[in-house]
Nanobody
Framework: QVQLVESGGGLVQPGGSLRLSCVDSGSMFSSNAMGWYRQAPGKERELVAAVSSGGSTKYADSVKGRFTISRENAKNSVYLQMNSLKPEDTAVYYC???????????????????WGKGTLVTVSS
């Protein structure tokens, strides 16, 4: 069973940094791919970053070079380091468990219906 709990959101000024954490209390963490999604007011939920069970990663174009996803299997945890934050990064961020494949050097992430409750990130001066 997968149970995800996010933390680390908050208010930050443009250009600042935050680190989001997600802990999975289930027993299948190391075999799952993990993803971070976000949903801004009035917009659809979008995939921000994903990491496979083997450590391959992918990022949305809007966050490449600014965000870094990582996982620590010994702690059943996945992280999202967010640097150079912009007002348009303001959203509720959700942790997700899924599956992933790597084809021709690219990671394809398929989220399953396992979600945390989300953590709010607000970027504003």
């Amino acid at each position: 069973q997968v149970q995800l709990v996010e933390s680390g959101g908050g208010l930050v000024q443009p250009g600042g940094s935050l680190r989001l954490s997600c802990v999975d209390s289930g027993s299948m963490f190391s075999s799952n791919a993990m993803g971070w999604y976000r949903q801004a007011p009035g917009k659809e939920r979008e995939l921000v970053a994903a990491v496979s069970s083997g450590g391959s990663t992918k990022y949305a174009d809007s966050v490449k070079g600014r965000f870094t996803i990582s996982r620590e299997n010994a702690k059943n945890s996945v992280y999202l380091q967010m640097n150079s934050l912009k007002p348009e990064d303001t959203a509720v961020y959700y942790c997700n468990a899924g599956r992933a494949t790597v084809r021709f050097g690219s990671l394809y992430y398929y989220g399953m219906d396992y979600w945390g409750k989300g953590t709010l990130v607000t970027v504003s001066s």
